[in-house]
């Protein structure tokens, strides 16, 4: 009971205080002296008492706070790659040659083409320059071939006759061929890896012959010693078709 009387005369002589102070600030108003400057309370210690003092319902809601937007330096890129975008460079390959053709010039194969020529039926002309053997026949055609000659230094002509015939021949290579290629052997049986091929045609008491060839590519090129050569399937038909004593002739 006596603190509550203690706490009422406290809040009595403030508001006398008040109510003194108001008066005399009216009082210097009125003589002419300078009122002085408004209180003004800071709006962080304004807040509580005006959300109390609003109307229930009505409480005021603390405006959105705009964040600032940060923006990125834009980075400009040089006109370069880096090292994990660089293409990857494929190194050039090497191009393989061209395999050497294993097979005839079209143009060398048989065929049967006009002969106008003085030379009798049966008869062998051979024209080393257009690589070319000929077989007269009866009806004024002659059966062409295409063959292989002798290289610069081994060409030859002249007129001679078939004196001996064989199949699958063996090769028994002069002492002047030996001298200039010393690996070749002195003696090769006949056979498909034989170079005379599967027919040989022997030309008087030549050195030279009329043979097949396990090289066909060869055929229509100057490549041989002076022999004539000829495809397997071609000699082996020309074979069939003359005898020994067929006139031959090398032009």
């Known amino acids: 009971m006596f603190q509550l009387r203690i706490a009422s005369s406290r809040v009595l002589v403030l508001a006398g205080a008040l109510v003194l102070n108001t008066g005399l600030a009216g009082s210097l ?8 400057p408004p209180l003004v309370l800071s709006p962080n210690l304004t807040e509580p008492w005006v959300l109390q003092l609003q109307p229930r319902g009505t ?3 603390a405006a959105p706070v705009q964040r600032r937007q940060v923006v990125q330096p834009q980075v400009r890129r040089a006109n370069w790659w880096s090292p994990r975008q ?3 460079r494929q190194r050039p390959q090497p191009q393989a040659s061209a395999p050497k053709s294993r097979q005839i010039a079209p143009q060398f194969l048989p065929t049967i083409v006009d002969y106008d020529g003085k030379q009798k039926p049966g008869t062998i002309v051979i024209d080393t320059n257009a690589k070319y053997l000929y077989l007269v026949q009866n009806d004024g055609t002659a059966r062409r071939y295409g063959v292989g000659v002798g290289k610069p230094g081994f060409e030859w002509a002249g007129t001679h006759k078939v004196t001996r015939k064989a199949e699958w021949p063996d090769w028994r290579p002069p002492a002047e061929m030996r001298k200039r290629r010393p690996d070749l052997p002195t003696f090769m049986a006949g056979g498909p890896q034989n170079p005379l091929g599967a027919r040989a045609l ?3 008491s030549t050195l030279y012959r009329i043979h097949g060839s396990n090289q ?6 100057a490549v041989s010693s002076g022999c004539i050569r000829m495809r ?10 003359v005898g020994v004593g067929t006139k031959v002739i090398v032009m």
């Open 29 to 36: 108003a009125v003589a002419g002296q300078v009122s002085p």
């Open 59 to 61: 409480r005021r809601t």
């Open 86 to 88: 660089q293409p990857v």
């Open 202 to 204: 022997y030309l008087g």
């Open 216 to 221: 066909p590519w060869t055929i229509g090129h």
């Open 232 to 241: 397997n399937e071609d000699v082996t038909d020309l074979y069939e078709r």
